[in-house]
């Protein structure tokens, strides 16, 4: 069993930033896919960002391209999403969730990640 945590969630204006973290523990694997998927009310849940942790090769979605940061700390199995220039509709619950695999094995294939956090909300307002 994984366990996923996330933090860091918050409301905050447009244009300002957040910094969530996703902390794995338990059977994690050596290396694997943390992705961050968001979800607003009424929408359906997209991914966001994805980084493999056996390299740190990360991929990000256009409509966060350029805004959105990934980060690994291997050593306390966390992943960090810095969030920057933050729009109203970034505004969702935001879940990182794991999958044993590269992440272009699971792009687009939610089912595919086995392990969900409990999700943290980010508010932005206009």
């Known amino acids: 069993q994984v366990q996923l945590v996330e933090s860091g969630g918050g409301s905050v204006q447009a244009g300002g930033s957040l910094r969530l973290s996703c902390a794995a523990s338990?059977?994690?694997?050596?290396?694997?896919?943390m992705g961050w998927f968001r979800q607003a009310p009424g929408k359906e849940r997209e991914g966001v960002a994805s980084?493999?942790?056996?390299?740190?090769?990360?991929n990000y979605a256009d409509s966060v391209k350029g805004r959105f940061t990934l980060s690994q700390d291997n050593a306390k199995n966390t992943v960090s999403l810095q969030m920057t220039s933050l729009k109203f509709e970034d505004t969702a619950m935001y879940y990182c969730?794991?999958?044993?695999?590269?992440?272009?094995?699971?792009?687009?294939?939610?089912?595919?990640?086995?392990?969900w956090g409990q999700g943290t909300q980010v508010t932005v307002s206009s």
């Open positions: 338990g059977s994690t694997y050596s290396s694997y896919c």
């Open positions: 980084i493999y942790t056996g390299d740190g090769s990360t």
């Open positions: 969730a794991t999958a044993p695999s590269r992440c272009e094995v699971v792009a687009g294939r939610d089912l595919l990640f086995h392990y």
